[in-house]
C-alpha cells in the first residue's frame, strides 16, 4: 500500500441497507477525514478523527457514522442508506490534527436507489 | 452566511499561457488557506497553500496570492500545460477544523 487507499472503487446500494465504506493510510497519519464531493457543493466534511480512539463531527454527519481502532484504518458506515446520499466519497489523512495539507484516496461512487 | 466561491466556474487557455483562477472569501477570521487541485476520477491533491500572515507564496509554475483587504485569493500557474487540465479550488480554515470551507471548483481547460 501507497498511500492512501479506499474500497469500494464504487457501489450501487438499494435505499436501507447499511454499507461501509473502507479506508487505509500507510503513512501514518494521526488525523484522518470523510468527505462527500457533489456537484456544485465542493468538499463537505463528514466525520474526523484527530487520532485512533477519538472521532469528531464534520459539516454534514447525519446519516454517518465512523470509528478509528487504530491509526491506518477510518471506516465510514452508512447504517440506512438514502438516496440524498448518493455521491463521491473522499478519505483524507494528515500528519497532524486541524486545517494542514492532507492527502486524498481516490474516492467512492456510492449511488443509492 | 460563511462561504467561499470562485468567480469562474470553467476557464480555457492556450498551452504555453499563463492561468489565473479566483477564489472569494467571506470569513475574515480565515487564517490559512490552501488551493487543491482535482484530476477527472481522481482525489484533490494539494498545490500550495499560504497563510495570513502573507501576501504571495510561490511554488514550482504556480503563486499563490492572497488580498486581506478585499477578502481574494488567486492561483497563478505559468506557461500552462496540457496536465494542468483539471479542477481547481480553494480551502479557507482558522483553528477550528470544522470551520474549514471548500469552494465548488474552478474546471481549467488546456487547449493545445
Known amino acids: 500500500i501507497a498511500g492512501i487507499t479506499q474500497a469500494p472503487t464504487s457501489q450501487i446500494l438499494a435505499a436501507g441497507r447499511r454499507m461501509t465504506l473502507r479506508c487505509t493510510q500507510d503513512m501514518r497519519h494521526n488525523a484522518m477525514y470523510w468527505y462527500r464531493q457533489d456537484l456544485g457543493l465542493g468538499l463537505r466534511l463528514i466525520h474526523y478523527s484527530n487520532t485512533a480512539g477519538t472521532t469528531g463531527k464534520g459539516e454534514v454527519p447525519d446519516g454517518y457514522s465512523v470509528s478509528r481502532a487504530n491509526t491506518d484504518d477510518f471506516p465510514l458506515t452508512l447504517a440506512s442508506a438514502v438516496p440524498s446520499q448518493t455521491s463521491v466519497y473522499f478519505c483524507?489523512?494528515?500528519?497532524?490534527?486541524?486545517?494542514?495539507?492532507?492527502?486524498f484516496g481516490p474516492g467512492t461512487r456510492l449511488t443509492v436507489l | 452566511g460563511e462561504s467561499v466561491g470562485l468567480h469562474l466556474p470553467t476557464l480555457s487557455v492556450q498551452e504555453g499561457d499563463n492561468s489565473i483562477i479566483n477564489c472569494a472569501y467571506s470569513?475574515?477570521?480565515?487564517?490559512?488557506f490552501i488551493w487543491y487541485k482535482q484530476e477527472s476520477g481522481k482525489g484533490p491533491q494539494f498545490i500550495i497553500d499560504i497563510r495570513s500572515n502573507m501576501d504571495k507564496r510561490q511554488g514550482q509554475r504556480v503563486t499563490v496570492l492572497l488580498n486581506k483587504t478585499v477578502k481574494h485569493l488567486s492561483l497563478q500557474i505559468a506557461a500552462t500545460q496540457p496536465g494542468d487540465s483539471a479542477v481547481y479550488f480553494c480551502?479557507?480554515?482558522?483553528?477550528?477544523?470544522?470551520?474549514?470551507?471548500f469552494g465548488p471548483g474552478t474546471s481549467l481547460s488546456v487547449i493545445p
Open positions: 480551502a479557507e480554515g482558522g483553528t477550528s477544523y470544522d470551520k474549514v470551507i
Open positions: 483524507a489523512s494528515s500528519l497532524e490534527e486541524g486545517f494542514n495539507e492532507q492527502f
Open positions: 470569513n475574515s477570521a480565515s487564517d490559512y
